[in-house]
């Protein structure tokens, strides 16, 4: 069964320096990934998506992931957080059964961005 | 496009009372879904819908919770009687793309049952 590991409920940074929110996956099929960001009050915000192309996938907003098949990761990056950064970001996997875009989603990852 | 509508934003109401949430799925998809969110337990998904089927309602915590797909492009989720612990965001979202399972979220409704 599919399934979506995000390493710390947590992550704050400095503004200006890197991010890296950590996604691990379980996948009985090639899996489909996806990352989401939600700022508050609102819903969720498709942010990038592997789909079996490039395994560097860009995002909106300068962040971008990398599908590691050998490692089952698809941890997100962004060079340089801003303070509009700070969100809610959410790791998710394509069920893979029936093609009925069913999704499973990690716990996510609460990102704070300080000056 | 609108995107995924939801109304209302916002709900409070007593305990024991009746709440319908509603949403308008993106026009042409084929998929909706129905999510919970709260604090405790994250994002949780109650029940999905293919070709207004109901596909999957394992997610449905009692049978306090119905939720039905009358056409393409409304969809309902009813909680009857409610309770305090039903208090929560509830997001409709939609999708179309049967081999790459993205979904679009509808703002959510905040439901506050006292």
């Known amino acids: 069964a599919q399934s979506v590991t995000q390493l710390g409920s947590h992550v704050s940074v400095s503004e200006g320096a890197l991010v890296l929110l950590r996604c691990n996956y379980s996948?009985?099929?090639?899996?489909?990934l996806f990352w989401y960001v939600q700022y508050p009050n609102q819903g969720l915000q498709l942010l990038l998506k592997?789909?079996?192309?490039?395994?560097l996938v860009k995002g909106i907003n300068g962040f971008e992931a990398e599908f590691k098949k050998s490692e089952t990761s698809f941890h997100l990056t962004k060079p340089s957080a801003h303070m509009s950064d700070a969100a809610e970001y959410f790791c998710a996997v394509s069920d893979g059964t029936g093609g009925y875009n069913k999704l499973i989603f990690g716990a996510g990852t609460r990102l704070a961005v300080h000056p | 496009d609108a995107g995924v509508i939801q109304s209302p934003r916002h709900e409070v109401t007593e305990m024991g009372q009746e709440v319908t949430l509603r949403c308008k799925p993106i026009s042409g998809h084929n998929s909706l879904f129905w999510y919970r969110q709260t604090m405790m337990r994250g994002l949780e998904l109650l029940i999905y819908f293919n070709n207004n089927v109901p596909i999957d309602d394992s997610g449905m915590p009692e049978d306090r919770f119905s939720a039905k797909m009358p056409n393409a492009s409304f969809s309902t989720l009813k909680i009857q009687p409610s309770e305090p612990r039903d208090s929560a965001v509830y997001f409709c979202?939609?999708?179309?793309?049967?081999?790459?399972?993205?979904?679009?979220f509808g703002p959510g409704t905040r439901l506050t049952v006292t």
């Open positions: 996948s009985s099929v090639p899996p489909y």
């Open positions: 592997y789909t079996s192309a490039a395994t």
């Open positions: 979202a939609s999708s179309s793309n049967w081999s790459e399972g993205w979904q679009y």
